[in-house]
């Protein structure tokens, strides 16, 4: 994908000549209501939406595509309030100057945040273009019609695309509410399986990705990274690696040690020449313990604790409760299948980034404070990477191409981790204990719960923080401070979604032995896993059926739609089906999961059959999309409960390939079935997180079912005594 610099200026976008409309005849109401999702904080139209030349509308996301199928959900929202073909709609992903600043593609949000405030804007903008060309003809505005970026009187006198109505101007006003949407009835892309228009270009090989872009006479680079954290460089003999590589660059900062060359291939063998050349000092040493000792080392570590719920009788249950239990999460990886990667420029003063970080106006501040830069003079491009859910080695990468490029200005600097690298350096998602107690009466009615979980953070993204970059901590003048975090999100969903009296949920808070950050639904994978887990064993207790428990213990109908449902789905009678269930956050989607299982009689080797889901998402936007995010979910976090651990000892991170980080093989993935239950009178929800935890409940509920062995901890491996046939 060759570029050249002033290809990437030019395409950065057109040149808005914006003029204010409300000062026009319109007449917006009065608002009554607050703006939805990111219209908040870029009320204005332009934000949002752009008329181009030949008619088209040019969508402006600060969100970054994940895979999650995000540029083709804001596409159909505006082809939609605009009656636009598909075709007639180009997308912009999130850039520093060019789209709004909202924050960090995460959460489950892109839905709820950037595509409901296209909508809006959307439908916003065709009611001023109507007006406007009612204002131009001196005709009535019932009068016109507005399909395909044309606005047609009905007499068929007279007819205008949307730019000449705008004269080639851009729509200014701010959207205010309440604001007129389509009628549902008449909808054309809403609710329907619209598939990506990028599938194709990835699935032939074309340029689509960071790790693709090409510029002129642009350097490759390789960043010698530490053996284990902490790690400074105590001798380096740059005079003899020069000798055997004369035609290489080497960049050093402190302990921050790159090699740069004119090709890829190139660099890959002089890193392994200045690896070899460097001696690194001892650090304090990693834990030196074995994988299952693991749990009982983290209740070894200082915590602190925070009170989440408090409701009812909260005391301790000690022998009163029905049933108590423990359950684990390791350490988890991303994984992306293909490291992380960004290019930087640097020329007189201004500093230009692609990166697929997943928040590029973060990222600029955080880049800002390392480098002593104003953030105007940092441009930062979101480019699609690997698929990640989450915070990977993306903006390490990219601070790291920031540094390059500083040093080395003039010249396109590309930074590519390695497999071992990425591996090695990306933040994990936090290892969990989690402990259970609860009161259940013999009807089935849960009375009491008390909930206590341990965790590392949830969450050290950038956000304007340098600590939180990797290179920080080896430049000559290293960040001091440590790593800051976000600690809510270990406790996301690990309130019970049921309606329990009395309840208790505490967090306990860790400094754990290894980098942590986000992972695809933070806590949420761990929470529900063990809430679920522990339901079909308190079910167990009163021998009734895990479904019908549940039902028991609900009491939103939409939840209970959900399992009901499911239970439509699954073969009746099966002695080998484990469910779950949760709605996310406790406040968006509905999910419900099944999984059937078997194990291999003579290895102990449980394998997962087939999986069924029922998600309520509220008003579905694109079918395809929300099935094709259940589908990876649940085959995701079947790898992370069957397989997935991150493994180190006292010297460094071991699990450095996949040899040593097995991940579920395709031809080990479930066969799956997705049912969307769609609502169009309701507000949309994010689905792409929904699945991750009742999966795992659903596995680990099924294999207790196939043979009889409860699993607390994880991840599952092979069953130790597997139930004679």
Request: charged letters at 20%.
């Amino acid at each position: 994908m060759q570029q050249t610099r002033r290809d990437f200026i030019r395409t950065v976008g057109t040149l808005t000549i914006g003029f204010c409309l409300t000062g026009e005849a319109t007449i917006w109401p009065s608002p009554t209501q607050t703006l939805p999702g990111d219209l908040r904080e870029n009320p204005r139209i332009n934000a949002w939406l752009e008329i181009l030349a030949d008619g088209h509308v040019r969508v402006l996301t600060g969100k970054i595509e994940l895979g999650q199928g995000i540029r083709t959900a804001v596409a159909q929202m505006a082809a939609e309030e605009l009656d636009l073909d598909m075709s007639q709609v180009e997308v912009l992903l999130a850039e520093t100057g060019r789209t709004p600043d909202e924050g960090y593609t995460a959460g489950s949000n892109s839905i709820e945040a950037s595509a409901i405030a296209v909508r809006y804007a959307a439908a916003a903008a065709r009611q001023k273009l109507i007006q406007l060309a009612a204002q131009k003809w001196n005709t009535p505005a019932d009068r016109l019609e507005f399909a395909k970026g044309v606005i047609t009187d009905k007499t068929g006198h007279r007819n205008a695309t949307l730019a000449e109505i705008l004269d080639n101007r851009q729509i200014t006003d701010e959207v205010r509410m309440p604001v007129t949407l389509k009628q549902k009835e008449k909808y054309q892309y809403i609710g329907k399986a619209v598939p990506r228009d990028d599938v194709k270009r990835i699935v032939t090989g074309q340029p689509v990705y960071v790790h693709d872009l090409e510029f002129p006479n642009m350097l490759h680079a390789r960043v010698i990274h530490p053996p284990v954290y902490g790690a400074q460089i105590n001798a380096f003999d740059q005079q003899s690696v020069k000798s055997k590589l004369p035609d290489i660059t080497l960049t050093v900062n402190g302990s921050f040690l790159a090699v740069l060359a004119p090709t890829e291939y190139s660099v890959i063998k002089a890193h392994d020449v200045v690896q070899n050349a460097v001696k690194w000092s001892s650090p304090e040493p990693l834990p030196d313990i074995q994988p299952a000792h693991l749990p009982a080392y983290l209740r070894t570590l200082p915590v602190q604790t925070e009170r989440v719920t408090e409701k009812g009788d909260t005391t301790p249950l000690k022998h009163n409760a029905t049933l108590k239990a423990t359950y684990f999460k390791p350490y988890i990886m991303h994984g992306a299948i293909g490291p992380s990667c960004a290019v930087a420029h640097y020329e007189n003063g201004k500093l230009d980034i692609w990166s697929h970080s997943q928040g590029v106006y973060p990222l600029r501040e955080t880049i800002a404070a390392l480098l002593h830069l104003s953030p105007d003079d940092i441009h930062v491009k979101g480019t699609p990477g690997s698929g990640c859910y989450g915070h990977n080695g993306a903006d390490d990468a990219a601070a790291e191409a920031a540094l390059l490029a500083v040093a080395n200005p003039g010249r396109h600097i590309r930074v590519q981790w390695s497999r071992e690298d990425e591996h090695g350096w990306e933040p994990y998602g936090s290892a969990m204990l989690m402990d259970l107690e609860a009161i259940v009466l013999p009807s089935g009615k849960i009375t009491h719960w008390n909930y206590a979980l341990r965790s590392d953070t949830h969450g050290t993204r950038p956000g304007g923080n340098p600590a939180n970059l990797l290179p920080a901590h080896y430049i000559e003048n290293p960040i001091a401070q440590k790593p800051s975090g976000y600690s809510g999100g270990a406790y996301r969903n690990a309130e019970p979604y049921y309606a329990i009296p009395n309840r208790l949920v505490e967090a306990h808070f860790f400094t754990g032995p290894l980098r942590a950050s986000s992972l695809r639904s933070l806590g949420a994978y761990a929470n529900i896993y063990a809430i679920e887990s522990f339901m079909d064993e308190l079910a167990g207790q009163v021998h009734i059926d895990p479904i019908e428990f549940r039902l028991q213990n609900l009491d939103d109908p939409r939840a209970k739609e959900v399992l009901l449902q499911l239970q439509k789905q699954i073969p009746p009678n099966q002695q080998d089906i484990g469910i779950a269930f949760s709605r996310y956050k406790n406040s968006g989607a509905y999910c419900a999961v099944a999984a059937q299982s078997s194990i291999n009689k003579s290895t102990g080797a449980p394998t997962i059959k087939k999986m069924w889901a029922v998600i309520d998402a509220g008003e579905v936007i694109n079918l395809d999309g929300i099935k094709n995010q259940i589908e990876g979910g649940m085959i995701q976090s079947a790898s992370w409960t069957l397989y997935e651990q991150v493994l180190f000892n006292k010297d460094k991170i071991t699990s450095r390939a996949w040899s040593t980080y097995p991940v579920m093989h395709i031809n080990q993935a479930p066969e799956v079935a997705v049912t969307v239950i769609d609502r169009p009178d309701q507000p949309p929800f994010g689905a792409g997180e929904a699945a991750q935890g009742p999966a795992a409940a659903a596995i680990v509920n099924a294999i207790h079912k196939a043979c009889g062995q409860r699993i607390r901890m994880l991840p599952v491996g092979k069953i130790q005594t597997p139930r004679p046939a």
